[in-house]
């Protein structure tokens, strides 16, 4: 049986709280004590009714404590007060508090609003889970493909953090408002660490080749975008998909295309490219160009940005380029900072 505890110095109120919760809840009354916070660590429960009065200020101080401490901090909190009083319920909502209760309620309603607020604090913990979750996937396979290409030391590391600065000159400059959700945000930065997952299928020989491919062995390593879109649509087909699984498959497949239409694997031009492909595209070239690899040495930032610029209009989106133009300084700060590490 799930428990609520409640905490105020109206004993009354207890009493009939307890009368009123006794069916399907057990329930434990804690007065506003000198200990509160061993109290409350030692009386774990599934939310907390605390009690408020508006001549006490015992329920906010409580609510401050509770919120201070981390192993509540998933706890869902509700405000019972004895009268109706907005600016007193204006005030508890502002805090961040689950629910406002106010008296007089059935007991029928009072079980329900505490139900609800357990129920809803279950999802969010749930949601916070399936986040950790997705993050984990992510970062395991974006490692297992970094074992497989040892020869790229610490690009998808680097190319998720120049995206995110992109991104955020993007949002800023308020250009492709319409086509970037805020929402988004979180799941692309999941998503571009995986870009080149299709890796994992192209042969060792030709992924630790230290002098520059052949035709043959330049046509196998293109195949990882149409690798990397295979894999997750056949995670999709099996699971549903979520948002990131198919902002994932889009980047995965569209990374190397050209606004000009020259990239590969399918030839797409101008702004049939997904804006997010277009903005790793940029990220995933600056990386490629300072960074040191087997068959050349890294170029300096300037060298990096004056190749960018060449390729303006014809390997990039335009717009993003004059983006990534005006965001200079941050890109060379964090391959200063990569350097020093």
Known sequence: MKQVLVVGADKKLWNMIEQALLDQFRVLSLPVESHLKDSLLKNPSNLILLIVTTTSTDGFMVYKII???????????????????????????????????????SPEMLNLRISNCMELS??????????????????????????????TGGHLKNTTLYFNIILEAVRLSGRYKDAIQEDDIKDLLRSVTLHDIGKIGITDEILHKSSPLDYREYESMKTHTTLG??????????????????????????????????????GLM????????????????????????????????????????????????????????????????????????
């Open 229 to 266: 879109m295979e894999t997750f649509d056949k995670i999709i087909q099996e699971t549903g998909g979520t948002r990131w699984m198919y902002l994932a498959k889009d980047i995965a497949y569209c990374h190397h295309e050209r606004w000009d239409g020259t990239g590969y694997p399918n």
């Open 67 to 105: 919120r201070e401490i981390p192993e509540l901090q998933t706890v869902p909190v509700v405000f019972l007060a004895e009268q109706s009083d907005q600016e007193l319920e204006n005030k508890i909502l502002n805090l961040g508090a689950d629910d406002f209760i106010t008296l007089p309620i």
């Open 122 to 151: 279950t999802l969010r913990n749930e949601h916070g889970y399936a986040e950790k979750y997705q993050d984990a996937i992510a970062f395991s396979f974006a490692e297992l493909v970094e074992c497989r290409d040892e020869t």
């Open 270 to 341: 101008g702004k049939e490219i997904p804006i997010y492909a277009r903005i790793l595209a940029l990220a995933d070239v600056y990386d490629a160009l300072t960074s040191k690899r087997s068959y050349k040495e890294s170029y300096t930032h300037q060298k990096a940005m004056e190749i960018i610029v060449d390729g303006k209009g014809s390997f990039f989106d335009p717009d993003l380029v004059d983006i990534f133009v005006a965001a200079s300084k941050q890109f060379e700060k964090a391959l200063q900072d990569k350097a020093s590490i």
